[in-house]
């Protein structure tokens, strides 16, 4: 069982989810056209991991008897000033689900509904290792400049990271 505030709180999230998956893809493709391979992959990957953040609380919705909503997503931007300001932007973005995640936890705590409140604490653990990321990142364009000179060196650092996620991940069958 879950109340109907909760239930619209967690539809809520699943948008705010959706469009950091769309915002993601949309940098993606920027970073692409930029020549940044690196920063695309990279952001590929982030784009994957928000879908599957939403899911996941369209699925525990579903599990306890609620209704999960496809969300409406509005559409994202398209055009970045520069690198260093496209990763400012998902440092933004990622400390504004922080946010959110933890008014949801609030109301989980206030509702005394124990078994959101414990589904919720992947999220807290989630989002302190993204905003640890992508400080590390923007620490590293402070450190080099974003320059058109430096934009090949800001790269390699992203690729870097990919390489360490990816050697991160279970390795899949087949
Ligand atoms: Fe799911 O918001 Fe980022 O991690």
Redesign the pocket.
């Known amino acids: 069982m879950i109340s109907k505030s909760m239930e619209k709180a967690l539809n809520q999230q699943i948008t705010l ?1 959706a469009y ?1 998956s769309y915002l993601y893809l949309s940098m993606a493709s920027w970073c692409h056209r930029e020549g940044l391979e690196g920063c695309a992959k990279f952001m590929h990957r982030q784009s994957d ?2 879908r599957q ?1 939403m899911l996941r609380i369209f699925y525990y919705i579903s599990q306890i008897d609620g209704y999960a909503l496809a969300p409406e997503v509005k559409q994202p931007p398209h055009e970045f000033k520069s690198v260093g300001k496209l990763f400012e932007a998902v440092y933004a973005h ?1 400390q504004k ?1 922080t946010q959110s995640i933890n008014e949801l936890i609030a109301q989980s705590y206030k509702e005394k509904d124990h078994t959101t409140h414990n589904f919720l604490q992947w999220y807290v653990e ?2 302190r290792e ?1 905003e640890a990321l992508m400080r590390t990142i923007l620490d590293k364009i402070k450190l080099i400049g974003d320059s058109p000179q430096s934009l090949y060196f800001i790269d390699m650092e992203v690729e870097k990271i990919n390489k360490q996620q990816e050697s991160a991940e279970p390795a899949t069958e087949g």
Do not use: I, K
């Open positions: 989810e950091a991991e928000e953040h990622e689900v989630e989002q993204e």
